[in-house]
Structure formats: structure tokens, C-alpha cells
């Protein structure tokens, strides 16, 4: 009965791993056309194409969330598992749904730079490095779990400060753009809810670190 509980442990294991791999490339994808939206003139062609794989990656994402949580059920159901092995299938169940979040996410940031492309503001330069650091906070709470890390999960979860205090300073300028009258209102708005959506991923990121650490450890932070 163990041999069979540790396989299918081991199938939830690669489904997670496979749903982290689409989570990357969501937000990689969003992240990328950010960069060559707010750092070029307007949006090109390549920007459209990437606004529907990111849907496509949205539904799949989608899709396997809920196979993972009916696995994680039948699992509960069938083999009442204890201890470290409890751990991990509760564990999962939590970060699908930080998982399926930053699919979402990552999705309206596309979404938002696709529909009103190429002004500035003057944050584009904090915006950008702020989605390279969101986006390595990802990479990095997906590697946790691959590794099994918990080192890596705790690196994850420190770096969710930095991602905070980018969107505090993007904010403070914005508003003082507005104020001044220095900025295109819209674009303004539209570069703060970016901001936002990359703090949340920023979060979900976190929160998949922290069921890493539990998983392996059996603490909550």
C-alpha cells in the first residue's frame, strides 16, 4: 500500500512540477511584452501573438489545477496519509491556487500593456526591473519545491520586501506625477495596476515558499 501511496506522490509530484513550468512561462511571457511595450514605441505584432498564447496558457493552467486537486482528494480519500506525506498533498492543494493566481495575473498585466501601449510616465525603468525581480521570485519558489529547497524557499520569501518596496516607490512617484501634471493620466493608472498585479504574483510567489517550507519542515511561518 506504501509502494503504491509513493508513486502516485511521485505523479502529483511532476503534475506540480508541470504546472509550475506554465506558471513560469506566464509570467515570463507578460513580463517580456511589458519590457517591449513601455520601453518602445507601441506595441507590435509580436505583442498580439503573445496576448493570446498567454489565454491559451491561462485555460491550461487552469486545467491543471483542478486535475492536481482531484488528485490530491482521491489521495486524502483512498491512502489517509500521515506525517511528511499529509504535508505534501495539503501542501499542494494550497499552491495550485497561488499557481492558478499568477497564471491570471500575469495574463491581465498582457492584457493591460497590449490595450494601451507605448507612453511613458517616467517609472518604466523601476517597472521593468521590478518585473525581473517578481518574475525570479517565481522561478525561484517553483525551484524550492523542485529541489525540495528549503534554503531557497526562505530566499523566496525575503525577497518579497524588495518587491513591496518597488511598488511603494512606483506608487509615490506616480502620484506625484499626477500631481505635477507631468503624466498621461490613463497610462498612469494603467502602470500602477501593473505594479499591483506584479506585487500580488510577488505574494503568491511567497505563499508557495512558505507551503515549500511546510512541506519539508512541518512549521507554518
Known amino acids: 500500500m506504501k509502494i503504491k501511496l509513493d508513486q502516485e506522490l ?23 511584452v511589458l519590457r517591449q511595450n513601455i520601453l518602445t514605441d507601441g506595441a507590435s505584432k509580436e505583442a498580439n501573438i503573445t496576448d493570446d498564447e498567454i489565454s491559451d496558457l491561462d485555460i491550461r493552467i487552469e486545467r491543471k489545477e483542478r486535475a492536481i ?9 483512498q491512502h489517509q496519509p500521515v506525517a511528511r506525506d499529509l504535508r ?21 498585466i498582457a492584457e493591460i500593456i497590449d490595450n494601451n501601449p507605448g507612453r511613458e510616465v517616467g ?4 517597472i521593468s526591473n521590478m518585473a525581473d525581480a517578481t518574475r525570479k521570485m517565481v522561478t525561484e519558489s517553483i525551484d524550492a519545491f523542485v529541489k525540495k529547497d528549503a534554503t531557497i524557499a526562505r530566499e523566496v520569501i525575503q525577497k518579497d520586501d524588495e518587491i513591496d518596496n518597488y511598488f511603494v516607490g512606483i506608487k509615490n512617484k ?5 500631481r505635477e501634471g507631468s503624466a498621461d493620466g490613463e497610462h498612469a493608472i494603467d502602470m500602477l495596476m501593473v505594479s499591483k498585479y506584479l506585487e500580488r504574483i510577488g505574494d ?5 515558499a512558505g507551503w515549500v517550507l511546510y512541506s519539508i519542515e ?3 511561518r
Do not use: F, P, Y
Open 204 to 208: 503568491h510567489a511567497e505563499n508557495i
Open 88 to 108: 505534501l498533498i495539503s501542501s499542494a492543494l494550497k499552491m495550485v491556487t497561488d499557481m492558478k493566481r499568477i497564471g491570471i495575473q500575469a495574463g491581465n
Open 218 to 220: 512541518g512549521t507554518v
Open 10 to 32: 511521485e505523479e502529483l509530484n511532476q503534475e506540480m512540477i508541470s504546472l509550475g513550468i506554465l506558471c513560469e512561462k506566464a509570467i515570463s511571457i507578460s513580463t517580456n
Open 174 to 178: 506616480i502620484v506625484e506625477c499626477l
Open 69 to 77: 486537486e482531484g488528485k490530491c482528494i482521491k489521495l486524502l480519500m
Open 123 to 126: 517609472i518604466e525603468d523601476c
